[in-house]
């Protein structure tokens, strides 16, 4: 989009993404898109926010509400990258103040530091309601469940694990039925449904709660595309109406590029990598990029495309029933599917048959499934973990490595997914484990709770020996515990309350 030659502006209302290095994946999000908003400035590119796209006309005109007036834009080329809207349901009571979408409670705590209730239910276990939940805990608030209904969760194990491990129960095979409450949500009834979708006699549940979150999907936001007069069709598998667009995100008008969920509705690494995709594409045809380095580039970006593509949570893989074993041949955690934690048993499936009872401190990874993701193998200094090539790997622990327990392996993980378990803690009687936690206030040494276990219930005494947060671990607190010998490899949270011998 130019005004002048050889400078840029781009528009960004609600939804944003960023295209992320390798190095840079286990960067918080926001640190990366302050990191690419400087690169943009650095390039002469004119960002402009708070910018509401009115209309695209012929001849690649646009308008743009700015502020409280409307200016209009020319360019030789546009990409549109506006994102989804949140897809709704229909019940008794889903007017009533207090039931929003999920993306609407994270915009409300993330950009204007407002807590979106007391005591929250979602609907949902996809990656949002499960990503939601959590930050909805990290700002204070209650879950009191999460409820989906389908039979099993919906999005990546390892952010249901990293909820369920809090204390907030999940109820698969559950919808609501009613929102309670006069001028506002005071309560939520929810109910069984069969494998007909039909409501189970008898299985209501009432919670009391003063909010309701609707994590039901996303619907790309097309309208541009669809105004510009791009052709369109309708795709169930990338949420609905979606323009028609090549592999460089180029539409059926030629210059006018379309990257993201407005393309079909996928996870955030695959919506970087699109964007860079039609950014060097319109680059290129402005003359801005030569052919050869662009093949280059597109090359790389297309491989990369591939591998977020592939896995279980990839293109058509994903919610596919017939998946039972990783891509290496483990079999799933059926426990994790249904509950949303995985179960000592099953978690010794994925485990290397030395690993209890080794001497020193040790990494324990509990990242079960083929997802896209990766910083843990960069985050370690001494090369302990890998993940290879193919980023839906599954982590291993290398053989003959020492772990330094640095703890940076733990506050790399988004998925918050390893734990540096010591059996050979000094004090007879008792091991320790390092865990991610990221709430306020952060416990202090000599501190003394309970441990909880995986699924959430309270397990054991533990006492607080260290909490590291610094500019190393991105402020990510690495907190270790001291528990009883034994449970070293059950205890997965810190929980203040008063201590005892729980299990």
Request: glycine share 12%; charged share 20%; proline share 5%.
């Amino acid at each position: 989009m130019t005004r002048t030659p050889g400078r840029a502006a781009s528009f960004s209302n609600r939804y944003t993404s960023f295209s992320v290095p390798k190095s840079s994946t286990r960067i918080r999000g926001f640190r990366i898109g302050e990191m690419l908003l400087e690169q943009a400035r650095e390039a002469g590119v004119e960002v402009r926010l708070n910018a509401a796209v009115m209309g695209v006309f012929p001849n690649k005109e646009i308008s743009v509400m700015l502020d409280d007036h409307i200016e209009h834009f020319k360019g030789d080329s546009i990409v549109v990258a506006t994102g989804a809207s949140e897809n709704m349901v229909t019940f008794p009571g889903w007017t009533l103040p207090g039931v929003m979408g999920a993306g609407a409670a994270q915009t409300m705590m993330n950009l204007h530091g407002v807590k979106p209730g007391s005591r929250i239910l979602m609907v949902g276990s996809g990656n949002v309601g499960l990503v939601v939940s959590y930050q909805i805990l990290q700002a204070g608030c209650e879950v009191a469940a999460i409820i989906d209904a389908a039979p099993r969760i919906g999005g990546y194990g390892v952010h249901a694990a990293k909820v369920v491990r809090t204390g907030v129960p999940v109820y698969l095979s559950h919808t609501i039925l009613e929102a309670e409450g006069r001028n506002r949500v005071t309560g939520a009834t929810i109910g069984q449904v069969d494998k007909k979708w039909q409501i189970i006699p008898g299985s209501e549940r009432y919670f009391e709660v003063d909010t309701i979150c609707l994590a039901v999907g996303l619907s790309p936001m097309s309208q541009l595309a669809r105004m510009a007069g791009c052709r369109m069709t309708e795709d169930p598998e990338k949420g609905g109406l979606v323009p028609v667009c090549d592999t460089c995100g180029e539409t059926s008008v030629s210059g006018i590029f379309c990257a993201g969920d407005v393309a079909g509705i996928e996870e955030a690494s695959s919506a970087m990598i699109q964007g860079s995709l039609a950014g060097a594409a319109a680059a290129k045809r402005g003359g801005y990029l030569s052919e050869d380095i662009f093949l280059q580039r597109a090359q790389k970006l297309y491989e990369s495309l591939s591998q977020l593509r592939s896995g279980m949570f990839g293109g058509k893989n994903k919610g596919r029933p017939d998946i039972t074993a990783t891509d290496e041949g483990i079999p799933l955690s059926q426990t994790l599917l249904k509950r949303g934690y995985i179960d000592d048993e099953e978690l010794k499936r994925f485990l290397a048959p030395d690993g209890e009872g080794k001497k020193g401190v040790r990494p324990v990874i509990e990242c079960t499934q083929n997802i896209p993701c990766n910083p843990c193998q960069y985050a370690c200094p001494r090369g302990c973990i890998q993940v290879g090539e193919s980023i839906t790997a599954l982590p291993t622990v290398s053989d003959g490595k020492v772990c330094a327990g640095c703890g940076l392996c733990v506050a790399a993980c988004s998925g918050q997914a390893i734990f540096l378990v010591n059996d050979d803690y000094p004090e007879e009687g008792y091991s320790t484990v390092s865990i991610p936690y990221e709430f306020l206030p952060l416990p202090e040494k000599g501190d003394v709770g309970i441990a909880l276990d995986r699924s959430g219930r309270r397990l054991c005494s533990a006492e607080v020996l260290d909490v590291m947060a610094s500019a190393v671990t991105d402020k990510t607190a690495v907190l270790t515990m001291k528990v009883p010998a034994g449970m070293s490899m059950r205890a997965r949270f810190f929980k203040w309350e008063e201590a005892q011998d729980c299990g």
